[in-house]
């Protein structure tokens, strides 16, 4: 009776260092169909790689004009501003994911995620948050990728995007990677289902 589900377009944003990546990957690991249809969207950035970072695996690295001629031709999806660098997700390659089935999900920050609502209302939005702000403080640490001065900015802009968590359709606290993967495939499993998502005529008989 009821045909393939379209894929999930899925919104997750959190403070920087709460292990959003982390958590993804976690999930994609997983047996089972819901696990096996996770794409994770690849960004476009005009910040530097840091060490490690590869082109097209973590991020497509561009150029501050060749991201402004993203933005004028239409071609992103969403784009923000954050610590002085544009970051954009590509409109065809995340449309291209969705029409086979797969649920993507967009590692993005408030800014982008409010951008995504208003052009796509069926996107589902996912804010994750650390135990505590002194765990997000010591993860930020560990990373060892910023100064001080950066990790304090980090924490500065997380305390201030929090307040737009009531515009979110869930929140998934990560005191656990193994536990937030799992709260994080049981949410699509259920809006995958979700009445509101079924093609007009499909429980026609």
Known sequence: MLGPRQGLLVVLSGPSGVG???VVLQAMGRPGEGAARLRRSVSVTTRPPRAGEAEGVDYFFCSAEAFARLVEQGRLLEWAMYLDHRYGTPTAWVD????KGHDV???IEV?????????RPEAVLIYMLPPSWEELKRRLALRDTDDGETQRRRLAVAQEEVTCVPRYDYVIENDSVAEAASRLLAI???ERWRVKRLRPGELES
């Open 96 to 99: 291209e994911e969705l029409g």
């Open 111 to 119: 800014q982008g995620a409010m951008q995504v609502r208003a052009r």
């Open 188 to 190: 699509l499993e259920a």
């Open 105 to 107: 999900v967009l590692e």
């Open 20 to 22: 959003k990546g982390t």
